[in-house]
């Protein structure tokens, strides 16, 4: 798996050099997650986000993004019990692909999907590291992603997202399911700064006028003054 993340990783960066064609970057953020099945709430595990992207202009307000990132999940109990104590590092290589449909000028929705490869997992309970009685977590992850994305200005653009996982990242202890609870599951919020070092058209809303984006119009469809 890793050799062919390697290779991806190749692949990605001699895409961004076609500026005509592709468009592409890097970025970071942080993330926040929970582990939704473990009993605890709240986003409390911070972690961190970063990666390498690329993209196409399929047409004036859409693009296809494709990013190769590292990100960190998991779950945090800040409980001051020591027995109720609960701690879940997930470190995930992860591929997510989607579309970003321009609006309103400089802001862009986001919905797609990712898969992810688990690189690393450790938990603690009641201050026990890797309890043999604990479930493993599955080697592979895939998940669904929404966001919106902000643009800062030609090269920066600042990047919210939900990133959940569609299939149980592993099973609930004891094996049991509830209706659409099949097991544990990611729940996270990435905050990312995108740095664009090329873009997928010259002549791409990075660098057209409102006229260009027909954001005006749009505006006006969506009632907004």
Request: charged share 20%; glycine share 8%; with cysteine.
């Amino acid at each position: 798996m890793k050799k062919y993340l390697f290779i991806l990783y190749i692949f990605l960066i001699s895409q961004i050099g076609f500026a005509q064609t592709f468009g592409g970057g890097i970025f970071a953020g942080l993330s926040a997650s929970q582990l939704d099945g473990d009993l605890s709430g709240g986003y409390n595990k911070a972690g961190l986000s970063f990666g390498i992207y690329t993209n196409v202009m399929l047409n004036k307000y859409i693009d296809a993004q494709l990013e190769l990132k590292y990100i960190q999940k998991g779950s945090n109990n800040k409980s001051e019990d020591i027995n109720s104590l609960y701690v879940s590092k997930l470190n995930y290589i992860e591929l997510p692909v989607f579309l970003k449909y321009r609006f309103l000028n400089k802001f862009s929705a986001n919905v797609g999907i990712a898969a992810g490869y688990l690189q690393k997992a450790s938990e603690t309970k009641g201050g026990i590291d890797d309890d043999p009685d604990s479930k493993d977590f599955n080697t592979f992850e895939f998940s669904g992603i929404a966001g919106v994305e902000y643009q800062i200005s030609n090269r920066f653009l600042f990047n919210v997202r939900f990133n959940y996982s569609i299939l149980p990242i592993r099973a609930n202890p004891g094996d049991q399911t509830f209706f659409l609870n099949q097991g544990q599951y990611n729940n996270v919020l990435t905050f990312a700064v995108y740095y664009q070092l090329a873009n997928s058209n010259p002549n791409s809303y990075a660098k057209r006028g409102k006229k260009d984006c027909d954001c005006d119009n749009r505006r006006k469809r969506f009632s907004i003054r």
